[in-house]
């Protein structure tokens, strides 16, 4: 049986393979010879004129980023355009470290526990990691920590409306993936 088999698969390999012949072959080589000995007349196109290139000085890479809202949206319209006086941040109280970076600068690395008050641990451009809790204060716009997840740190931040009042925006920073 195993002899009938090995020779049924070797005819359907020879038939296989002998479909693969080309019929034809000794007519495409005459052809190919003739292409050879006179490719016959090739046409380019001329190559385009190579365009001149102008460098252009970029003089506001110290300017505030372009990708950054001009004005920040209030989460609630007040009462006049320009926002509130009376959410003004308070000047006289003394900054914090993290205070001195923007949001987007800091990371949130992990959260804790302890005593049952949760507390978040962020680590700054600097390589050093802080250790905050609900009312400490960071980044540049007074943002004040209102709550401490497992996986995020919320604010509040006091920002300038731009015509001379300030807004509260909530904000939050998350634990990477």
């Known amino acids: 049986m ?7 698969a070797l005819l359907a390999l020879l038939l296989a393979l002998g479909a693969c012949r080309e019929a034809n072959l000794a007519g495409l080589e005459r052809e190919l010879e003739s292409m050879r000995v ?3 007349d090739v046409v380019l196109e001329p190559v385009p004129p190579v ?6 000085d970029y003089y506001f890479a110290d300017e505030r980023s ?7 949206e209030p989460e609630s319209q007040p009462d006049d355009e320009g926002g509130s006086s009376d959410l003004a941040p ?7 470290p993290l205070e001195a970076y923007d949001l987007g600068q800091l990371e949130l690395v992990g ?4 005593g049952g008050q949760p507390s978040a641990l ?3 451009p600097d390589g050093k990691v802080h250790r905050l809790r609900t009312g ?6 007074y943002g004040r920590i209102i709550g401490i997840t497992n996986a995020s740190v919320q604010l509040v931040e006091i920002v300038p409306t731009g015509r001379g009042g300030w807004i509260e925006r909530s904000t939050q920073i998350a634990l990477d993936d």
């Open 38 to 40: 006179n490719p016959g």
């Open 111 to 114: 959260t804790l526990t302890v």
């Open 90 to 96: 308070d000047e006289s109280r003394p900054r914090e």
């Open 122 to 124: 962020i680590k700054a």
């Open 51 to 56: 365009p001149s290139y102008v460098s252009v």
């Open 136 to 141: 400490n204060h960071m980044g540049s716009d």
């Open 2 to 8: 195993n002899h009938w088999l090995t020779r049924g």
């Open 66 to 72: 372009p990708f950054q809202a001009r004005l920040p």
